[in-house]
């Protein structure tokens, strides 16, 4: 049997042996009670409850704006709606980056007033004794690199990152460093896939891919372009399984319909 069917809760042990065994793991974003119901009872291994609610909850361009009170919100939601899978908590712009007591603060109030079960943060050797200091207290740390979304304004584009041999061998050592540090997996975002696999490789711990092609130990998707709610966001990786924004579309054109025709409620919908 899979390590995944075998198991009632998944754990950072879990995804260990998942990676031990060679059995992909599957991670998706949500930000609220009814949709992470939805992907726990689908089976999903991890829900990350990423700061791109920034992004496609609050609207705003970039995940900058988005607070350590309003991912703590997004985060007791997700909680309140499983029962088996692991919940990843974005640590926002912020409130991690200015020191590592910061950042274990920070930390800690997202253990504490969430339930979730560990934390993710961006960076790789900048980022170490944050990472240290948090997984000393106890809280699962997972890590980020390639396109690191915090870092858009240094960056000034969503392009590739770490094709080039400097930026590529930066990217390799950080992987190990944060092993080190102590993170249990580590997310590479849109990195050239023959990269991620030298890294994956070259890590006991998991890597979960975005854009970083399949010889990742596992795949993250945005829960907006996976379900096609995002018409705009259409990159080269991206696999859209539903197309959510035309059939809700469809759906709510037809209720208005129905309202201004007078055909909504009929005598069964009443009281
Ligand atoms: O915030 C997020 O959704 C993320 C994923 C893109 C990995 O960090």
Same mark, same amino acid.
């Given at each position: 049997?899979?390590?995944?069917?075998?198991?009632?809760?998944?754990?950072?042990?879990?995804?260990?042996?998942?990676?031990?065994?060679?059995?992909?793991?599957?991670?998706?974003?949500a930000?609220?009670?009814?949709?992470a119901?939805?992907?726990?009872?689908?089976? +999903? *291994?991890?829900i990350?409850?990423?700061? @791109? $609610?920034?992004?496609?909850?609050? &609207? /705003?361009?970039?995940?900058? #704006?988005?607070?350590?009170?309003?991912?703590?919100?997004?985060?007791?939601?997700?909680?309140?709606?499983?029962?088996?899978c692991?919940v990843?908590?974005?640590?926002?712009?912020?409130?991690?980056?200015?020191?590592?007591?910061?950042?274990?603060?920070?930390?800690?109030?997202?253990?504490?007033?969430?339930?979730?079960?560990?934390?993710?943060?961006?960076?790789?050797?900048?980022? +170490? *004794?944050?990472?240290?200091?948090?997984? @000393? $207290?106890?809280?699962?740390?997972? &890590? /980020?690199?390639?396109?690191? #979304?915090?870092?858009?304004?240094?960056?000034?584009?969503?392009?590739?990152?770490?094709?080039?041999?400097?930026?590529?061998?930066?990217?390799?050592?950080?992987?190990?460093?944060?092993?080190?540090?102590?993170?249990?997996?580590?997310?590479?975002?849109?990195?050239?896939?023959?990269?991620?696999?030298?890294?994956?490789?070259?890590?006991?711990?998991?890597?979960?891919?975005?854009?970083?092609?399949?010889?990742?130990?596992?795949?993250?998707?945005?829960?907006?372009?996976?379900?096609?709610?995002?018409?705009?966001?259409?990159?080269?990786?991206?696999?859209?399984?539903?197309?959510?924004?035309?059939?809700?579309?469809?759906?709510?054109?037809?209720?208005?319909?129905?309202?201004?025709?007078?055909?909504?409620?009929?005598?069964?919908?009443?009281?």
């Amino acid at each position: 049997m899979s390590v995944q069917k075998e198991i009632k809760k998944v754990t950072t042990n879990t995804l260990q042996k998942m990676k031990a065994a060679g059995e992909k793991i599957s991670m998706i974003t949500a930000y609220d009670f009814s949709f992470a119901r939805i992907f726990d009872s689908a089976g +999903i *291994d991890i829900i990350l409850v990423g700061d @791109s $609610a920034s992004n496609v909850m609050a &609207g /705003h361009e970039t995940t900058l #704006p988005i607070t350590l009170d309003q991912m703590i919100y997004h985060a007791q939601s997700v909680v309140r709606g499983i029962d088996r899978c692991l919940v990843v908590v974005d640590m926002p712009f912020g409130s991690y980056q200015s020191n590592s007591d910061i950042a274990l603060a920070s930390a800690i109030r997202i253990m504490k007033e969430t339930g979730g079960h560990s934390i993710k943060l961006e960076g790789g050797a900048e980022a +170490i *004794d944050s990472i240290k200091k948090i997984v @000393s $207290a106890g809280i699962p740390v997972m &890590g /980020h690199l390639g396109l690191t #979304p915090q870092s858009i304004y240094k960056f000034g584009t969503y392009t590739v990152r770490a094709k080039e041999f400097d930026e590529a061998e930066k990217l390799k050592q950080d992987a190990l460093l944060l092993q080190e540090a102590g993170a249990f997996a580590i997310v590479l975002e849109k990195i050239p896939a023959a990269l991620a696999k030298t890294v994956s490789e070259s890590l006991h711990i998991p890597t979960i891919g975005i854009g970083a092609g399949g010889d990742c130990d596992g795949q993250v998707l945005v829960m907006h372009d996976l379900l096609g709610i995002n018409t705009e966001f259409k990159p080269r990786f991206l696999r859209q399984y539903l197309n959510m924004h035309e059939q809700v579309s469809t759906a709510v054109t037809q209720y208005i319909s129905d309202v201004k025709a007078r055909d909504f409620p009929n005598a069964q919908e009443q009281y």
